[in-house]
């Protein structure tokens, strides 16, 4: 079965501040999601990388995939209190690669 | 364009009774999956269905969870007995395939408390 393991598991920052989470794997992905979850609300996708060293962004996140499709990071750029939630990445795993495996998440906590 | 809808959003139950949820999942998404999140844990997938056939199943455990998908558009997950360590998120998402290439859209879950 296909780990995914985020780091940190909690981070708890400034407003303003910059940080970065990472995904990383001993598995080659297909491809990589990431998600944000608020409490008491279902996670929700903000992006799919696919290609190798694929670098997207989105406002003030930039998501990269590792060259070798092993690993991912999200960076946050001046973080607002708006930003604070469980960040999960996923990716498909088994055999058929069909379905989708999530990661443990890290928590992030942004203080005004 | 409606989300996923889930009921029940809360239900507390005594540790050996029975509990249902019911997911209904996007108009047209062919795949559906039942997420268990514990506290402070991203989901860990229990079933999935691809129309009304299961993909993956193995992290069921099938001993007292049970789920089915009806016609390929609703589904229902049971639990029979309740154990308190099923204290958990149960969330449902549907997309238009499985994998990683297309999105998955969740409910709002149903937070279980057995008690």
């Known amino acids: 079965t296909q780990l995914l393991e985020q780091s940190p598991q909690f981070l708890s920052i400034q407003e303003g501040e910059n940080l970065t989470v990472y995904c990383n794997s001993s598995s080659v992905f297909s491809s990589l999601q990431w998600y944000r979850q608020e409490p008491g609300e279902g996670p929700v996708l903000l992006v799919t990388?696919?290609?190798?060293?694929e670098v997207k962004k989105l406002k003030r996140l930039t998501f990269q995939f590792g060259d070798a499709r092993k690993d991912s990071s999200l960076h946050i750029t001046a973080a607002q209190p708006g930003d604070t939630g469980l960040y999960l990445c996923a990716a498909p795993s088994g055999g058929s690669n069909y379905k989708l495996t999530f990661g443990k998440g890290t928590l992030l906590t942004v203080n005004p | 364009e409606a989300g996923v809808a889930q009921s029940p959003r809360y239900k507390i139950i005594e540790k050996r009774q029975s509990v249902a949820f019911w997911c209904n999942p996007i108009?047209?998404?062919?795949?559906l999956y039942w997420y268990q999140q514990i506290l402070g844990q991203g989901p860990k997938l229990l079933i999935q269905f691809q129309n009304n056939g299961v993909v993956d199943d193995s992290q069921l455990p099938k001993d007292r969870f049970s789920a089915e998908r009806l016609k390929g558009v609703d589904s229902t997950l049971k639990i029979q007995p309740a154990k308190l360590e099923d204290s958990a998120v149960y969330l449902c998402?549907?997309?238009?395939?499985?994998?990683?290439?297309?999105?998955?859209?969740f409910g709002q879950g149903t937070r279980l408390t057995v008690v």
């Open positions: 108009s047209g998404h062919a795949t």
């Open positions: 998402a549907s997309s238009l395939a499985g994998g990683g290439y297309t999105e998955a859209f």
């Open positions: 990388v696919v290609t190798g060293g």
